[in-house]
C-alpha cells in the first residue's frame, strides 16, 4: 500500500468541507459526497468557533471562511432563573494577533468551508447520499443511493453523528447516546435585551436552557434545549407545528427572569427541531483505507461549544498525517494516537455540563447545588486552558501526528 492520492469524504458539513480543504492542501484529490442539495439545509441556529478552531482554519489557510461571519465572543454569562449572574465562562482568550472565538450562524460557517473547499479545486456532489461502502485490496469504493459508483484510495466519513461510515468500519459501533435534550431557536429583532452586541447570555432556566446572543445589528440568535426523557422519532419531532412549540415555550419560560418569552414571541419560524445525540466513545476510528472524523468519531454535546473546532482540528491533524506517513494505515493509527485522547477528555467535561441541562425534580436540586462547580469547569481554569490554547500546525516540529504529539502552545 503506497499513500494515497485521491479520497472521499462522505458529508460537506463542517468536518467534511474542512477535511477536504486540508487534504487538498496536502496535495490528495478529493470529492466530497454530500446527501443534501445545500449547505443551508443544516440543522441548528449558532455554535461559537473556538480560538483552537480558528486557529486550525488558520493553518490550512481558511480562517477567514469564520472571521467576519458572525461576531466575536469574548466571554459567556451564566445566570439562574431568576437572572442572577453566576459568572462568565472562559472562550479562549485572544490570538497572537487579537481574534477572539467567533459566534456564527451554523449553516453559514458550512457554507463558506463548502465554497472555500470549491475554489481550492474539490468537486462536491451534493444530493449524493452514500448509501454503503466498500474496500478492497486496491482502494475503496463508495456507493450511492442513485446507484452511482465512487472509487478512491481512501475514503474519509465526515457523515456526522449518525454516520453511515462508521458501520462499515465497525458493525459493532455502539449507537450515538440520546442526550435527553431538544434543540431548536431562531432570530427575533427589535427586542430589547439586557445585553450589549456582542453579548450571550445563558440561562439555567427552572424547566429548560435557554441562551441567546446578540449580534452587532442588534439581531438577537437564540437557543433553546428542552428536556424530553424519551427520544421522540424524527419524523414525529418535525410533524409539531410551530404554534405547538410556541405554547410550550411559553409554558416552560413563564416563570423565569430573562427575555425568552419576548424573543420567542418576535421569532417568526423556528429552525427543525432536532433531537441532541452525542458519541462519546467509539472503539474502533479505522481500517486500512477508511476512517470517521468530527461527529462521526467523536461528537460532544453542544455544551462543550467545541464540536466544531474539534472537526476542524481534526481536518488539519489527518491532512498532515496523511502527507507524511508511507501509508494511509499508518497516517489513521497516528492520527487516532493524537486525537482520540484530547476529544474523549472534552466530551467528558461536557457531559458533566450537560446533565445539569436536563433535570428532573431531584435533578434541579442537585444542578443548582453545582452551578458553582459548572462555573469552575467553564471559567478560566488549567483544563479551559488546555482546551482553548491547543494548537495545531500544519509546518513546523509539532505538524506531523507521526510519532511526535502536536504541540500545545
Ligand atoms: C442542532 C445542532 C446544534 C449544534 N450546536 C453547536 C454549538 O452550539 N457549538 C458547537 O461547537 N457545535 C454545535 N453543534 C455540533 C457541530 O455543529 C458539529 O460538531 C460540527 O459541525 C461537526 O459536525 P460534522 O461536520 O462532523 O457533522 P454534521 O454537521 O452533522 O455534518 C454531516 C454532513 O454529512 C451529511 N451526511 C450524512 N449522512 C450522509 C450520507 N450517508 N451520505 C452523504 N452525506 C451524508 C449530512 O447531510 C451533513 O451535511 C450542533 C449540532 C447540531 C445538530
Not at 468557533?49 to 486557529?55: E, F, H, L
Request: net charge neutral; glycine share 10%.
Amino acid at each position: 500500500m503506497s499513500a494515497p492520492r485521491s479520497a472521499v469524504v462522505v458529508g460537506g458539513g463542517i468536518a467534511g468541507s474542512a477535511t477536504a480543504i486540508a487534504l487538498t492542501k496536502a496535495g490528495i484529490a478529493t470529492t466530497v459526497l454530500e446527501a443534501r442539495s445545500t449547505a443551508a439545509d443544516l440543522d441548528g441556529v449558532m455554535l461559537t468557533v473556538a480560538t483552537n478552531g480558528i486557529n486550525a482554519l488558520r493553518a490550512i489557510d481558511a480562517d477567514h471562511c469564520v472571521t467576519g461571519l458572525g461576531f466575536p465572543t469574548p466571554t459567556i454569562t451564566l445566570r439562574t432563573h431568576t437572572g442572577k449572574r453566576l459568572g462568565d465562562t472562559f472562550t479562549g482568550g485572544l490570538l497572537p494577533d487579537g481574534t477572539q472565538s467567533q459566534t456564527v450562524r451554523r449553516a453559514d460557517l458550512s457554507a463558506a468551508l463548502r465554497d472555500e473547499a470549491r475554489r481550492r479545486g474539490v468537486t462536491i456532489r451534493e444530493d449524493s447520499r452514500v448509501e454503503r461502502v466498500a474496500e478492497h485490496p486496491h482502494g475503496v469504493r463508495a456507493v450511492l443511493a442513485d446507484g452511482a459508483v465512487v472509487e478512491s484510495d481512501i475514503l474519509i466519513g465526515a457523515d456526522g453523528v449518525h454516520s453511515t461510515v462508521r458501520s462499515y468500519i465497525d458493525p459493532e459501533a455502539p449507537r450515538p447516546a440520546y442526550a435527553g435534550l431538544l434543540t431548536t431557536g431562531g432570530y427575533a429583532s427589535a427586542v430589547e435585551v439586557d445585553a450589549n452586541p456582542g453579548g450571550y447570555e445563558m440561562i439555567f432556566g427552572r424547566r429548560a436552557f435557554f441562551g441567546y446572543a446578540v449580534a452587532p445589528d442588534g439581531e438577537i440568535w437564540w437557543f433553546v434545549n428542552l428536556p424530553e426523557p424519551k427520544e421522540p422519532p424524527r419524523t414525529q419531532l418535525r410533524a409539531v407545528p410551530a404554534q405547538r412549540w410556541r405554547e410550550t415555550f411559553q409554558r416552560v419560560y413563564a416563570d423565569d427572569a430573562g427575555p425568552a418569552l419576548d424573543l420567542v414571541a418576535a421569532t417568526p419560524d423556528f429552525a427543525p427541531m432536532t433531537s441532541i445525540h452525542t458519541m462519546a466513545h467509539l472503539p474502533r476510528w479505522h481500517t486500512d483505507r477508511m476512517i470517521v472524523v468530527g461527529d462521526a468519531a467523536h461528537a460532544p454535546s453542544p455544551t462543550s461549544g467545541q464540536g466544531a473546532s474539534l472537526s476542524i482540528e481534526d481536518a488539519v491533524v489527518l491532512a498532515t498525517a496523511l502527507r507524511d506517513a508511507r501509508t494511509p494505515a499508518e497516517a489513521f493509527a497516528g492520527f487516532e494516537s493524537v486525537r482520540r485522547p484530547r476529544v474523549e477528555k472534552i466530551i467528558k467535561a461536557a457531559a458533566r455540563i450537560n446533565n445539569t441541562k436536563a433535570p428532573g425534580p431531584v435533578g434541579r436540586l442537585l444542578r443548582d447545588l453545582m452551578l458553582p462547580t459548572i462555573l469552575r469547569l467553564t471559567a478560566d481554569t488549567k483544563s479551559a486552558r488546555e482546551t482553548y490554547e491547543y494548537r495545531v500546525e500544519w509546518a513546523g516540529p509539532g505538524a506531523s501526528a507521526l510519532g511526535s504529539r502536536t504541540e500545545l502552545s
